[in-house]
């Protein structure tokens, strides 16, 4: 089929940068930083080159999200521990960072009938109901995707830990869709 149909919207990553964060500190020091326990208990931090913001917690822990690639995730948290370090944080090196939700959409490129999707695909693995919402949800054991489709032909995949898992949802999809003579 078609290489790298998915364009990759959202990674979401979590890592511990220390063992404990003074967020008080933390929004002092950095301009833009949001704070405000009442409203939330982790600070509110945003960058933008890459574009991403950050969750940052005073357990250490840190999570990005708004990234487009794994691979910037990776810098802005490099980044962010850098930031930390310049103001007197110390923060753990080379941390672990666990991609926890890709955000993927694909374009199937044609009109797609959901109602015959929806019998095709068995009502065991998907939500259909139109009046509420306008994709039919279809629930995917491997890869662990979700992705939601559209009449339009357009699908949005979230659930992966990998680009490969988004790209591998699709294809599901397509094989299935094509196995029913839907594409």
Same mark, same amino acid.
Do not use: W
């Given at each position: 089929?078609?290489?790298?149909?998915?364009?990759?919207? &959202?990674?979401?990553?979590?890592?511990?940068?220390?063992?404990?964060? #003074?967020?008080i500190l933390i929004e002092s020091e950095f301009e833009g930083a949001e704070y405000n326990k009442q409203k939330f208990p982790g600070l509110v931090?945003?960058?933008? #080159?890459?574009?991403?913001?950050?969750?940052?917690?005073?357990?250490?822990?840190?999570?990005?999200?708004?990234?487009? &690639?794994?691979?910037?995730?990776?810098?802005?948290i490099g980044n962010m521990a850098k930031k930390l370090n310049g103001i007197g944080i110390p923060t753990i090196e080379n941390p672990q960072i666990t991609v926890q939700n890709i955000v993927a959409s694909a374009d199937l490129h044609t009109i797609l &009938?959901?109602?015959a999707i929806a019998i095709g695909l068995g009502l065991e693995n998907i939500?259909?109901?139109?009046?509420?919402?306008?994709?039919?949800?279809?629930?995917? #054991?491997?890869?662990?995707?979700?992705?939601?489709?559209?009449?339009?032909?357009?699908?949005v995949v979230?659930?992966?830990?990998?680009?490969? #898992?988004?790209?591998?949802?699709?294809?599901?999809?397509?094989q299935q869709l094509d196995n029913m003579g839907l594409l």
């Amino acid at each position: 089929m078609s290489e790298s149909s998915i364009k990759i919207e &959202n990674v979401v990553a979590s890592t511990k940068l220390a063992e404990a964060f #003074d967020l008080i500190l933390i929004e002092s020091e950095f301009e833009g930083a949001e704070y405000n326990k009442q409203k939330f208990p982790g600070l509110v931090y945003r960058v933008l #080159d890459p574009k991403a913001a950050f969750l940052v917690f005073t357990s250490g822990k840190v999570v990005c999200t708004g990234a487009k &690639n794994v691979k910037d995730v990776h810098t802005v948290i490099g980044n962010m521990a850098k930031k930390l370090n310049g103001i007197g944080i110390p923060t753990i090196e080379n941390p672990q960072i666990t991609v926890q939700n890709i955000v993927a959409s694909a374009d199937l490129h044609t009109i797609l &009938n959901l109602n015959a999707i929806a019998i095709g695909l068995g009502l065991e693995n998907i939500e259909y109901e139109p009046e509420q919402f306008p994709g039919l949800v279809y629930r995917i #054991d491997v890869p662990k995707v979700v992705v939601l489709i559209f009449s339009s032909g357009k699908l949005v995949v979230t659930g992966g830990k990998s680009p490969e #898992d988004c790209e591998r949802g699709v294809e599901v999809v397509r094989q299935q869709l094509d196995n029913m003579g839907l594409l």
